[in-house]
């Protein structure tokens, strides 16, 4: 048996406690690994209060993202050994002391990054690779606009953007810029007392590329920001669904492609591939330092109430991972 986070039911934080499960068998294809951090992730707040399920036969248990030692491996695994150091995403089971990943969607950790590092990159990372070199196509000539720059996804594309060797513009609340220009942030905006869409509008004219986490609330701004053939990645609607009183026009006459992405619900062989040209593009940066992950604090999974709750409180840089005994 195992110790896990487990839910009484849908609802808040309170709704959490740890249980016993037992511990999970690897397929053939998958690793189980001892785990040692899980990381936080939005998708986890709205799968405990029931509006994000895992995908279908997956484990119900929250967290996507894990670092730990595989102590098991499936009947065709060859690209790992026992005792081996790993990282990577899953559809769910990482709040635990145990977890089973896919044999290549398991990453080897560089060995100077700890474990509480090397389980906050792969869904922050993977996210805006996804978003910024598949979806949004960007170059080095782009103008890119992200907002949140300050959350976990929003910290690992201001540094792939450099690498891309794009311009960077990001909203995030004061306390943050320091951290974002840190990350290579060409410009920060305060979102609590300037209006993007008149800065953008001012400073730069338009972008090309935005990453969208609030939907509803910031469409309309964010559409009349956006230069010609301009890429739009919608990531989450944390500022609502529904949009009124909108005019449709810029999106035709501008040629605009607006995307909306997800990653938990893709298909294996999807993110198989994306994880594989993630780590070919970037691990010699991990490697070298020259990307990192960005950890604001961490709690024993005995605090995970208190993990969620800072999370809901939008008081983090980066992102918020759990220690595993």
Not at 43 to 48: K, S
Not at 171 to 181: E, I, Q, W
Request: aromatic share 8%; hydrophobic share 40%.
């Amino acid at each position: 048996m195992m110790k896990s986070v487990l839910l009484k039911q849908f609802g808040g934080r309170e709704q959490l406690y740890i249980g016993d499960q037992p511990i999970p068998s690897p397929t053939k294809d998958q690793v189980l690994v001892k785990v040692t951090a899980a990381a936080l992730n939005r998708a986890d707040i709205l799968q405990r209060e029931g509006k994000y399920p895992p995908p279908k036969g997956e484990s119900e248990i929250l967290g996507l993202e894990i670092a730990g030692e595989i102590v098991a491996l499936g009947a065709n695994v060859q690209n790992h050994a026992l005792g081996s150091n790993v990282f990577g995403i899953l559809p769910g089971g990482g709040y635990s002391q145990y977890a089973i990943i896919h044999k290549d969607m398991a990453l080897p950790i560089p060995k100077h990054l700890s474990f509480e590092e090397a389980a906050a990159i792969p869904e922050a990372f993977l996210t805006a690779y996804q978003s910024l070199l598949w979806h949004a196509n960007t170059t080095a000539q782009d103008k890119v606009l992200i907002h949140a720059g300050g959350s976990g996804v929003g910290t690992a594309a201001i540094q792939l953007v450099k690498k891309i060797g794009a311009t960077c513009i990001i909203t995030a609340s004061s306390s943050k810029h320091n951290t974002c220009y840190d990350l290579g942030a060409d410009y920060c905006i305060d979102y609590n007392s300037k209006n993007f869409q008149e800065v953008i509008a001012t400073k730069y004219n338009s972008v090309d590329v935005i990453i969208d986490f609030l939907g509803a609330s910031y469409f309309t701004k964010n559409i009349s920001c956006l230069a010609r053939d301009g890429r739009m990645v919608m990531l989450a609607l944390l500022g609502g669904t529904k949009v009124e009183d909108m005019n449709i026009a810029p999106i035709l006459f501008n040629r605009l492609n607006i995307i909306g992405s997800t990653l938990r619900s893709r298909n294996l062989d999807y993110q198989i591939k994306l994880t594989k040209e993630f780590w070919s593009f970037s691990e010699k940066y991990f490697r070298t330092g020259e990307l990192k992950p960005i950890i604001d604090k961490t709690f024993r999974l005995e605090e995970v109430k208190d993990a969620h709750r800072y999370m809901e409180e939008n008081k983090n840089i980066g992102k918020i991972v759990l220690t595993i005994n």
